[in-house]
């Protein structure tokens, strides 16, 4: 028996969460003053402090604080006058002083929310807290089929991770999304991740773990009132494996109770390759944290002032940013819902503000650059052209120097090479051929080769002048304005319309 | 026993700046002194002659060079095993931690490094500060050298036994329940306690974070002042140091030598002068008389000196001893996880078979001796989920309302007294089998550890011809009133300080 998605939204209704970690941006670690360069050698970036060796104390990251502020209000949080780190005491090997310094009960951040967009209808995720911790050293386990610890012939440890700082936004549970669940939950880390990019607080790099979620999941028969039990899926690690996390266990948790099963509360692991998830430790097996206040740091009390100047200094927002744009570019709510899906919004208001007439921008952002990101599996805003470079292809079409055909073969050139637009034209010579004469020889050269197509034209066949054409580019080297070579074609051979 | 090391802190200092003795002939004095008697006494763990001298050569060398020297310059100090020092071994008495190298100094050792001050050695602890004989050391007792089959207190045993038997006029020693003030009382020598974020934590071992305090240990009152003004001062590297001058310790023990208390409102605490029932904690721990016979007097002689004596009732107290021993092994369960064999220190059992987890309880049951473990287990079950609320919770309450005792008898007193400890040095092995007779030692401390308040412990007598220390205890912040009471009785009652002759 395999259910189809609509199966489970007639029976079922998806309650989601997400716990989102983001490595911060900071210079220095959380509690010490080592670097959190990424990349470096093992062990190179360490000291007393992060290492847990005796005697050594833990100091907070002002700047880390004031990001973590910066985040809460960005999510409309409430920032807490007076809050404490605890400690979340657990014994492995890549947390040095086996305990984790965390916010526990008292997060810097809590009750706010978060609007996103899923085609034009706003759905509003409750924020509930955002706090401060630190993250752990990497292990490598070396040896045994899995790459986990059990099994493996021995273990490295490399502790220049430990103690960066990491915020950790956790959501209110989202109920009412219905069949848009998946596609709301990846609405919400994306629009989390463009806020984050727009306060410049972290590289928000999922690839490199820099942006980590958890999602939970649960399921209620439709008009049960009551929330199903959850699954936490962690390794969830790009945009499109969140969606696709909350719907495999949609549909997993679906079969368990349609067989009159439960549903274990358990975290389970998403598998990229696979599509699925899979059972981890069981919750019911769960060690006790023993949480208690760290009394090696004294409280965080942030001056109201303060929180108030960081309130002031914040830059435009992304979502308030789409709104002016919206109403500046005079796009059509349409355009707006098919510009945000594709992730261009903020491209094509820079193209604009770059010089570039807006359907022209759209144009370029949704066509050419949207299948060139599609073809690299990345978001088109990190893709590698830089909306200045669209303005400035634009700008050239316009004056006539290169034919769009050109224009694309520019930015194929920017992609290859990573040089700007004007340096791609000058070193691979790319150049309108105007000079008509020219064009006329290669014209006639490309008849007198191909008399069978000549004929077909000459007879009435159009559409058999493509070939012609394509030979008169291919002489060209593609430099030739393709409207007009099929113009010159066909007025030498009466076969136009 | 010569005279270089019969003489204060504060003396030597006044000797090698006058050009009358070398920092390295003080050194060397103290060195053969050690030498001579440290194997009766086993106050140090590890004795750094080479370390030693290099530094008093320093020290002349500067003085030479015409270069200015800190007041306490070229005076020799024996540093408590629980202070990382940089290149030093730092066991905390701990097996665990046999051969552990640090590869940085705590803030207190770079600040007496600084100050000129020569380091002997390290000297013995209760395992990781947990005890109040110096019993619990993984390396074997410390003798008082009052009477050698008698404890020197803990857990700062060795350091304030080294004082006693004159291996050295200074010491550093950390308190947390009573661990520089209990062994001061009991080896007839000086310990102060400073207000919580006084002096910097960075670098010590810690026992329970919230208590744990460090603290100068020396013979006089005036030396232990000097000391304090070296290592005290905020540390941006210890989010609780407090970001205030030190308080005038060193001038409020000067003053306080004129033995005037004229206008000073001495506060006798009802619970801690004999009035509680410390017998009812069990093993026979209540004061001795000759113990509450010293005190009476002590009280005598403060009146004499014209302070006002009040009596002041704090009814918390008698809740300390409950609370602490939740709070400490809480704290201590989390402090002490680290110790893992993963990056430092003991590692047993590791030989391909075993997995990690194994390795670490093996590493755990052979390098931690029995008291830390019953604090560890006591400690991670305060911690559990479902009792947070009824231990470490509750305690900290009654933390709250000690703090608010204290407040409230601050009031009426500028300075409160009791005995430091209700009873004096008592035989090694003699209670070493009941762990709620050695807890009660603490009793009297215990008040001050929970408030982070400072105190002081200064000589007030010998019972059965062994010494009984005078608690003196202050607002926070306000240590200066500590140093002038104890100053100022010190001066009116000489005899009580270790005769030179001990060990001889």
Known sequence: ?497 | MTELTALTAAGTAASIAAGDVSAVEVAQAHLDRIEAVDGRVHAFLHIDAEGALRAARDVDARRAAGQALGPLAGVPLAMKDVVVTQGLPTTAGSKILEGWLPPYDATISARVKAAGLVMLGKTNMDEFAMGSSTENSAYGPTHNPWDLSKIPGGSGGGSAAALAAYEAPLAIGTDTGGSIRQPAAVTGTVGAKPTYGGVSRYGLIALASSLDQAGPCARTVLDAALLHEVIGGHDPCDSTSIAQPVPPVVAAARRGANGDLKGVRVGVVRELAGGGDAAAYGGGGGYQAGVLASFDAAVHTLRELGAEVVEVGCPHFEYALAAYYLILPSECSSNLARFDSVRYGMRVGDDGTRSLEEVMSLTREAGFGPEVKRRIIIGTYALSSGYYDAYYGQAQKVRTLIARDFAAAFERADVLVSPTSPFVAFGIGERIEDPMAMYVNDLCTLPASLAGTPAISVPCGLSDGLPVGLQVMAPALADDRCYRVAAAFEAATEQFRPPAGVLA
């Open chain 1, 1 to 497: 028996m395999t259910l189809t998605y609509e199966d489970v939204l007639g029976r079922y209704e998806p309650v989601f969460g997400l716990e989102t970690h983001v490595e911060l941006g900071t210079e220095s670690k959380m509690f010490c003053g080592c670097s959190t360069r990424f990349g470096a050698e093992p062990n190179t970036q360490t000291c007393p402090v992060c290492l847990g060796l005796p005697g050594a104390m833990p100091a907070v990251n002002a700047r880390a604080v004031e990001d973590t502020i910066k985040i809460g209000l960005a999510l409309n949080c409430s920032i807490a006058p007076w809050c404490r780190f605890a400690r979340k005491n657990y014994f492995y090997p890549d947390m040095p002083k086996n305990f984790q310094t965390s916010q526990y009960d008292e997060p810097l951040c809590v009750d706010g929310y978060l609007d996103v967009d899923v085609d034009g209808q706003n759905y509003r995720v409750g924020i509930e807290r955002v706090h401060m911790e630190e993250d752990t050293g990497k292990n490598t386990h070396v040896g045994g089929a899995t790459g986990r610890i059990h099994g493996a012939e021995y273990s490295l440890v490399d502790y220049n991770r430990a103690g960066i700082p990491l915020i950790e936004i956790v959501t209110r549970p989202v109920p009412g999304t219905g069949a848009r669940a998946p596609e709301v939950a990846r609405a919400y880390v994306t629009a989390l991740r463009d806020i984050l990019r727009t306060l410049g607080v972290s590289d928000v790099r999922m690839e490199q773990g820099s942006l980590r979620c958890d999602v939970n999941t649960s399921l209620s028969p439709v008009g049960s009132g009551a929330w199903g039990t959850r699954t936490e899926t962690k390794n969830v690690n790009s945009l499109r494996s969140v969606e696709r996390a909350v719907r495999s266990e949609m549909l997993r948790q679906a079969e368990l109770l349609d067989a009159g099963e439960r549903v274990r509360q358990e975290t389970r692991h998403f598998s990229e390759v696979s599509g699925d998830t899979r059972p981890g430790r069981s919750k019911e097996e769960a060690t006790d944290y023993r949480y208690f206040p760290e009394p090696d740091l004294v409280p965080v009390a942030p001056d109201p002032a303060w929180v108030e100047q960081i309130r002031a200094a914040l830059p435009e927002l992304p979502a308030a940013r789409r709104a002016r744009l919206r109403e500046s570019l005079g796009v059509s709510a349409e355009d707006m819902v098919q510009m945000s899906n594709a992730g261009v919004v903020d491209l094509v208001g820079e193209t604009v503000e770059a010089g570039a007439p807006v359907d022209e921008a759209r144009n370029w952002w949704l066509g050419y650059l949207t299948q060139k990101a599609n073809e690299r599996e990345v978001d088109a805003a990190d893709l590698g052209v830089a909306p200045g470079d669209v303005a400035r292809l634009v700008a050239l079409v316009a004056d006539g120097t290169l034919s769009v055909a050109l224009a694309r073969q520019a930015v194929d050139a920017v992609l290859e090479t990573g040089h700007d637009v004007d340096a791609v034209v000058a070193e691979r010579g790319l150049r309108k051929v105007s000079d008509t004469s020219a064009l006329e020889r290669a014209a006639d050269e490309a008849i007198a080769a191909d008399p069978d197509a000549a004929d077909k034209v000459r007879g009435g066949k159009a559409a058999a002048v493509g070939a012609l054409v394509g030979a008169v580019m291919k002489a060209t080297r593609g430099q030739a304005d393709a409207a007009a070579v099929k113009q010159i074609l066909l007025d030498k051979l009466g076969g136009g319309v």
